[in-house]
């Protein structure tokens, strides 16, 4: 976490960061000096891209972007920017106490290498998108909470950020109906199955069939009806489920085996998925000990 100060009413910014597909995301939590009036911030960089998303403002004023520091944009508040590298892009704010973003910096042509797509620089802009604000909230709560375990997911959400701005989902119906070939799916979920315990990466598996990770993304739910991520976290679940019956290995052993952080977090996820705790599972699906009822 770093501590930062600026002459312009910012007193302080705290951060958290965490880096997929080439892009670094930034979970920030910036204060404000309410009694110091109207407050700027140059939110765009020198070297990378960035897209910045406000997530929540604490006080009873104003936030916002703007492309000119003392201009209010028509039609505004807009509290999402983009700004290419060396652009002119203002965070503003008035009577806000603290502001929660996320900002996502990245270098275009590195993104399109990793993505397996061919990306076009955007012009600064100010905006709304109800979906990418969802999608910013997922990995605020990735970043200040990370499970080094869920590669996958952390992935999916910064590319499906990057897709989702950039306007990569406008394919013709037959590309985005396609599936992967019943081999290419063989492979591809027999690998995930053979690395449970570990972080596999989206770059990974679409390296497998020879796809962009958005091609991947798209033929793999084609396919399964589900995400990589969440195949991945159904097949953790089962494997879990098999453990448990078995009954030879502690709670926490079947965490670890099974691809999970720490005990906690396999509680939680087996409850969602399950409806119940691993220990309430055991007890009520495992089969009674012939030879200790003897």
């Not at 892009?89 to 993505?115: C, K, M, P, Q, T």
């Not at 909470?145 to 959400?157: E, G, K, N, V």
């Not at 027999?190 to 690395?195: A, I, N, R, S």
Request: glycine share 6%.
């Amino acid at each position: 976490m770093t501590i930062v100060r600026s002459t312009h009413g910012i007193t302080a910014v705290r951060q958290r960061v965490c880096v997929s597909n080439d892009i670094a995301v930034h979970a920030l939590e910036v204060d404000v000096d309410v009694q110091s009036g109207p407050a700027w911030a140059q939110v765009a960089s020198e070297s990378h891209a960035r897209l910045s998303i406000v997530l929540e403002a604490i006080g009873g004023g104003r936030v916002e972007s703007r492309l000119k520091r003392d201009q209010a944009p028509a039609n505004g508040p807009f509290t999402m920017n983009f700004a290419p590298p060396g652009a002119e892009v203002w965070g503003y704010s008035e009577g806000i106490r603290r502001v929660r973003d996320i900002r996502l910096d990245f270098d275009l042509a590195r993104v399109s290498e990793a993505l397996g797509e061919k990306l076009t620089m955007p012009e600064a802009r100010v905006f709304r998108s109800d979906r990418l604000r969802f999608l910013a909230k997922c990995l605020a709560a990735e970043c200040e909470q990370p499970d080094r375990f869920s590669r996958l997911y952390i992935d999916t959400l910064t590319m499906a950020a990057c897709i989702d701005f950039l306007r990569l989902g406008r394919e013709d119906s037959d590309r985005a109906a396609r599936r992967l070939a019943a081999r290419q799916l063989r492979r591809v979920t027999e690998y995930v199955l053979e690395h449970l315990a570990e972080a596999v990466s989206l770059k990974e598996l679409s390296a497998i069939v020879g796809l962009s990770q958005s091609q991947f993304g798209r033929a793999f739910k084609a396919s399964t009806g589900l995400s990589p991520h969440q195949w991945q976290l159904n097949a953790r679940i089962t494997k879990a489920q098999e453990l448990l019956l078995a009954g030879a290995l502690p709670l926490s052993e079947v965490a670890l085996v099974t691809g999970f952080a720490e005990q906690s977090h396999f509680n939680r996820v087996f409850k969602s998925v399950t409806g119940t705790s691993p220990a309430v599972w055991r007890r009520e699906h495992r089969r009674p000990d012939p030879s200790k009822s003897a």
